[in-house]
């Protein structure tokens, strides 16, 4: 089993930047993809970003690319999302979200969410 644990949200203005941390504890062995996702009210769960662990490749959603970067140390088990010029729409909760298998689903673990509030 794999714990994740979020941190680094907050309340920021519009065009602020956020850096949210996620770390991993437990079974990370074979834990081949990291996502994060966010969720918002009314809205639909949207994956922002994930990073392949072995080779550090990265993606991101379109609403997000060029503003967000995810990154990863791997000594220490824990995940980034540095979030830049900051809009309303980014408010949400983030979650950190762990896959065995590939990026694109299904993941496995997840944590417990950090809010993120931009107005």
């Known amino acids: 089993h794999v714990q994740l644990v979020e941190s680094g949200g907050g309340s920021v203005q519009a065009g602020g930047s956020l850096s949210l941390s996620c770390k991993a504890s437990g079974d990370t062995y074979g834990t081949n993809c990291m996502g994060w996702f966010r969720q918002a009210p009314g809205k639909e769960r949207e994956r922002v970003a994930h990073?392949?662990?072995?080779?550090?490749?990265?993606h991101y959603s379109d609403s997000v690319r060029g503003r967000f970067t995810v990154s990863q140390d791997r000594a220490k088990n824990t995940v980034y999302l540095q979030m830049n010029s900051l809009k309303p729409e980014d408010t949400g909760m983030y979650y950190c979200e762990a896959s065995r298998a590939y990026c694109s689903g299904p993941y496995d673990y997840w944590g417990q969410g950090t809010q993120v509030t931009v107005s």
């Open positions: 990073i392949y662990s072995d080779v550090g490749s990265t």
